[in-house]
């Protein structure tokens, strides 16, 4: 998983509450992603951080912001979770040194379920 | 019109015999290109990558890839009942460091 770690790695939650997904890589990479992947829509781009404090949005952006305090930390949260939120969020990594700049490296995953 | 369009299968093939997957892409302004492999239930993993054209090979796995034709393809040799996953391509066109991925093609090797 190059050094990238993602917690929980299972979460059951309730409609309304809200929810932080947390992404810890070790590989001192620039770039941060995260994506979620439901059956039919292969993996979705929610948002992105191209540095500390840096981040812009994705294709799937509604009900979720991110924030990057430290290179190696990049937070997910859900301000309210609602039930077309259940899914399988995955964090990526780029722009490590020695390779090319936009190749991605995943995390293990977080299952959501928002009942 | 998706910008990255794979057939999702199910593609089965014999062991030991060559599994072709197939990926094309609608911007002509794409750079680079990648292959990940993702078993059910886990994260994808990255098999290969390729910006030129022509062959690029890696053990059992060769990408092609067709700019012309805005086509990118992956064949495993000599496939194994391990191989089966789903096989996601993946373009980047280069704005934000970003790569736009299709939907993926399950791959089911048969004994």
């Known amino acids: 998983d190059a050094g990238i770690t993602q917690s929980p790695r299972h979460k059951v939650t309730e409609t309304g509450t809200p929810v932080t997904l947390r992404c810890h890589q070790t590989e001192n990479h620039r770039y941060m992603y995260w994506y979620r992947q439901d059956p039919g829509h292969g993996l979705r781009l929610i948002h992105y951080?191209?540095?500390?404090?840096?981040?812009d949005k994705g294709e799937v952006s509604d009900g979720y912001s991110v924030s990057r305090s430290k290179t190696e930390d990049f937070l997910l949260t859900l301000e309210s979770a609602t039930s077309s939120q259940t899914s399988v969020y995955f964090c990526?990594?780029?722009?490590?040194?020695?390779?090319?700049?936009?190749?991605?490296?995943f995390g293990p995953g977080t299952r959501l379920l928002v009942l | 019109q998706k910008e990255v369009e794979q057939n999702s299968g199910p593609l089965s093939v014999p062991e030991g015999a060559i599994a072709s997957l197939n990926c094309t892409y609608s911007d002509r302004g794409s750079q680079s290109f990648f292959w990940y492999r993702q078993y059910s239930g886990k994260s994808p993993e990255l098999i290969m990558f390729i910006y030129s054209n022509g062959d690029k090979e890696d053990g059992r796995f060769t990408a092609q890839l067709n700019k012309a034709s805005q086509y990118v393809s992956l064949l495993i040799r000599d496939s194994q009942p391990s191989d089966s996953a789903t096989y996601l391509c993946?373009?980047?066109?280069?704005?934000?460091?970003?790569?736009?991925f299709g939907t993926g093609t399950q791959l089911k090797v048969e004994l």
């Open positions: 951080s191209y540095g500390v404090k840096d981040t």
């Open positions: 993946a373009v980047f066109t280069g704005g934000g460091n970003k790569l736009t």
């Open positions: 990526a990594i780029s722009g490590g040194q020695g390779i090319i700049l936009e190749t991605q490296y």
